[in-house]
C-alpha cells in the first residue's frame, strides 16, 4: 500500500511540471529551429449600427509616443469606452417645420461629464448618412460635443432639412474628440424617427361690412372678397367714401412672406375718364389731403412693419398711397406665421368737375412665401 501512495505523488508532480517544462523547449522540427520568440502585436476593431468590439493581442511593451503630429500607442489598446448614449429624441415642434427637426442627446447610464457625442442623421435608414455639426447644419465628417455643447436637456435644432422627409437620428458617445475620439467610440444608440412637413402657404381676402372703424377711420361701404361697390355718389358732395378688405395668410416657410398690391389701370369709365389718384406712393404715402375738385382715390395698409424701404411709412392713420400697375408691398413678416390679418383701407372722393360715369378698375393681391 505504501509503494501505491508514492506512485500516485509522483505521477501528481510529473503533471504539475509538464507546462513549464513544455515553455522552455526550443520550437524546431525536421527541417527548422526556432530558438528565440516573441508574441507580438495585433487586433482589429469589429462594428455594427449597434456594437462595436476592440479586441489586441500585445507584447508587455506599452506607453504612448507623440509629436506634435502624431500619437502612437503601444501595448493593449485602451480599456476605458463610454457607454451606449441613451435613445435620443427627435420631434418635429408644433408640426410645421419642413427643413428642420428638434432633437435631444440622452446620456448612457454612468456616463462621464467630458463625455463627448457624435449624432448621424439619414433620409434612407442609414443606407447613407452625414453627422449633424455643431452649427446644427449637416455634414459629412463626425462633429464631437459634450452634452452642453448639444444643448443640454433642452436639445438642438438640426437645419437645411428637406421638407416632407422622413429622418433617423443615432448617437455615439467617446472621451476625446478628433482622433482620440476613435479610440474610446461606443456603439451607436437606439434611432429616432421624425418627419418634416410640407411647405405651405394660404392666403385669404375677405370684406368688411360698413361702419367698422378701420386705422382710424369708419367705413361707409360694404366690401365683399371680389369686389368694393361704390354705389352711386353725388358728384360735388366732396365726403370720403370708405371700404375695406382683409388680407389673411398663414406659411411655415421661414424667411416669412410678402404680400403685394396692383391694379390694371386708374378707376376708369367706358369714355376713358379718369379718377385721379392721391399724391402719395408706396414708398413714401402721404396725407390723403383736401379741396378736391375732380376725383381723389388711394389706399391704405394696416401693416405698420413692412420688410422694404421704410417699415414704418403707414404708420400714421391718414398716409396714402396711389395704386399702380406695378406691384408694392403691403404686408409681409419675416418668419412663420398663423392667420396674421392685414387691413387694406380705400377712400374715394368725387369732386364738382369729375365726369359722370361708371368707373372700374380690377385689383390683384399676391401673396410671396421665402423659405
Same mark, same amino acid.
Given at each position: ?12 508532480? +510529473? ?19 526556432? *530558438?528565440?520568440?516573441? &508574441? ?9 449600427? #449597434? ?10 511593451? %506599452? ?8 500619437? #502612437? ?27 428642420? &427637426? ?21 433620409? $434612407? ?48 458617445? %467617446?472621451?476625446?474628440?478628433?482622433? $482620440? ?45 371680389? %369686389? ?37 389701370? $386708374? ?5 376713358? $375718364? ?27 395698409? %394696416?401693416?405698420?412693419? +413692412? ?7 403707414? +404708420?400714421? #392713420? ?5 395704386? *399702380?400697375?406695378?406691384?408694392? *408691398? ?14 387694406? &383701407?380705400?377712400? +374715394? ?23
Amino acid at each position: 500500500m505504501a509503494y501505491q501512495n508514492k506512485k500516485y505523488l509522483l505521477i501528481a508532480l +510529473l503533471f504539475l511540471a509538464i507546462p513549464s517544462f513544455v515553455f522552455a523547449q526550443t520550437m524546431s522540427s525536421p527541417n527548422y529551429n526556432i *530558438e528565440n520568440s516573441t &508574441l507580438d502585436g495585433g487586433g482589429e476593431s469589429s462594428s455594427s449600427s #449597434n456594437y462595436r468590439s476592440v479586441d489586441s493581442i500585445s507584447d508587455i511593451e %506599452s506607453g504612448t509616443s507623440a509629436s506634435t503630429n502624431f500619437r #502612437n500607442p503601444s501595448g493593449f489598446q485602451p480599456g476605458a469606452y463610454p457607454g451606449i448614449p441613451g435613445q435620443p429624441t427627435l420631434v418635429n415642434t408644433g408640426g410645421t417645420l419642413y427643413d428642420s &427637426l428638434d432633437f435631444i442627446v440622452v446620456p448612457g447610464d454612468g456616463q462621464q461629464s467630458d463625455t463627448t457625442y457624435a449624432i448621424a442623421i439619414s433620409d $434612407d435608414n442609414f443606407t447613407t448618412f452625414q453627422f449633424i455639426q455643431t452649427d446644427d447644419t449637416l455634414g459629412p465628417n463626425e462633429a464631437w460635443q459634450d452634452y452642453v455643447g448639444w444643448g443640454s436637456g433642452v436639445g438642438e435644432r438640426v437645419v437645411g432639412l428637406q421638407p416632407d422627409t422622413e429622418y433617423k437620428i443615432r448617437v455615439k458617445a %467617446s472621451y476625446g474628440t478628433g482622433s $482620440d475620439a476613435e479610440d474610446t467610440e461606443s456603439g451607436y444608440s437606439l434611432e429616432a424617427t421624425a418627419t418634416t412637413s410640407g411647405q405651405t402657404l394660404s392666403f385669404a381676402i375677405a370684406g368688411v361690412n360698413s361702419a367698422e372703424v378701420v386705422e382710424g377711420e369708419t367705413t361707409t361701404v360694404t366690401s365683399t372678397a371680389t %369686389s368694393i361697390g361704390y354705389g352711386l355718389l353725388t358728384i360735388g358732395d366732396g365726403s370720403p367714401n370708405l371700404a375695406a378688405q382683409t388680407i389673411t395668410v398663414s406659411t411655415n416657410a421661414s424667411g416669412g412672406y410678402t404680400a403685394t398690391a396692383r391694379h390694371d389701370q $386708374d378707376l376708369t369709365n367706358p369714355n376713358s $375718364d379718369t379718377i385721379a389718384t392721391v399724391s402719395g406712393t408706396n414708398a413714401a404715402p402721404a396725407a390723403f389731403g383736401t379741396g378736391v375738385t375732380t376725383g381723389r382715390f388711394g389706399y391704405h395698409t %394696416s401693416d405698420d412693419s +413692412l420688410c422694404t424701404g421704410t417699415p414704418n411709412r403707414f +404708420l400714421a #392713420n391718414d398716409t396714402f398711397a396711389r395704386m *399702380e400697375t406695378v406691384p408694392y *408691398e403691403i404686408a409681409c413678416d419675416s418668419g412663420p406665421v398663423t392667420s396674421q390679418i392685414t387691413y387694406i &383701407l380705400y377712400k +374715394l372722393v368725387i369732386g364738382t368737375l369729375q365726369p359722370a360715369g361708371d368707373y372700374q378698375s380690377t385689383v390683384t393681391y399676391i401673396a410671396t412665401a421665402t423659405y
